[in-house]
DNA sequence: CGAATATAGTTATAGTTGTTAACTAGATGA
DNA sequence: TCATCTAGTTAACAACTATAACTATATTCG
């Protein structure tokens, strides 16, 4: 195996006197896959710190908001909707039951299934957390202008929505 | 706990009728972090398909672009380059190594730092590579015009640049 | 009817990833 | 020289995701 630079083995070599700090200037920059890696992961990590009061990650957080526009979802629809397994639901509703924010209902028309509610103290959590989450957005893209921030998610969206349909 | 819906104890309920399939309409359609999250695994589902047959992990790749473009970088920074943590370079690198597409070489000024060069094999693959992304890119982004590629490229820089200056 | 098949939810398991703490070798600076 | 710092490493661990298999109900159809 030979070392590119100059084509012959070099034992000893001093690294590179540049001390990059970015991907600027490389392919990475304009790689959209690793831009919205990176992009997302600033986001989750304001996101995070915001609900760590309430100790709600963010897979508990869109559970709590599908449940709250459909209440009576059942699992297995609350997993498609979120594009999650359904072994995941089990430990995000255990949870969010454990904790009194939300409650399993058996349905009496199918005993297989169970409806999903927020209690009252779910309905109100998740209330508060909206409000921190739209915050948290608004927070962790300071670098945008509102107008560059409904740009960016109409773009998201497409991107997603597409995928999900073609399955 | 009471259910939301009535404030009584309701042991039996329908669930909803509808059967929603996407969080259309919902406040998650609105969340920023929600739409990158489910981007994000978009755009690597379609990466992580075209790189199988190579198998290239997305952290390989980058590593892989970033030695390229800094050859003989020190670990450290290229840690701090891809913002992870040191020990995953380790594995990283180690697994690169194995399979004789990059290599260490120890600095003989500091002999604690090694600078990390790419072999003839690894530099031949990267090119491969940076057009299997490239496509991969296109292709999972289908939804969007050139322009809105741009500038949805563009959006995503912006975010994760000032996070990684403010710290 | 009742046997075969399908579905909702669950459990267990394991692979993968990211995080932290602590260690070694070498460098630096008083 | 001694104390401190840094680069890389190792190991332990926590979190997340995916897969397989199991239970209970439901459905289909001969």
Redesign the pocket.
């Known amino acids: 195996m030979a070392i590119s630079k100059k084509g012959t083995s070099i034992q000893q070599v001093e ?1 590179d006197e540049k001390e990059p700090t970015s991907v600027a200037g490389l392919v990475l920059e304009n790689r959209l896959g690793y831009a919205l890696r990176r992009a997302q992961l600033a986001v989750f990590k304001h996101f995070n710190e915001a609900m760590q009061e309430h100790e709600i ?3 508990q957080f869109s559970s709590l908001v599908v449940i709250e526009g459909y209440p009576g979802i ?6 498609k909707v979120l594009d ?8 995000l ?2 949870n969010l039951e454990e904790r009194g924010l939300a409650l ?1 209902v058996r ?10 509610f927020l209690s009252k103290k779910g309905e109100a959590l998740t209330e508060q957390l909206k409000e921190l989450a739209e915050q948290s957005d608004i927070n962790a893209t300071q670098a945008l202008s509102e107008i560059e921030r409904r740009q960016l998610l109409s773009l998201l969206v497409k991107i997603y929505a597409a995928d999900t349909i073609e399955e």
Request: glycine content about 4%; hydrophobic content about 25%.
């Open positions: 690294p990650r963010p897979a059942t699992q297995t629809n609350l997993a999650i397994d359904p072994p995941r639901i089990v430990s509703i255990n399993r349905c009496k028309r199918d005993k297989r299934s169970h409806g999903i």
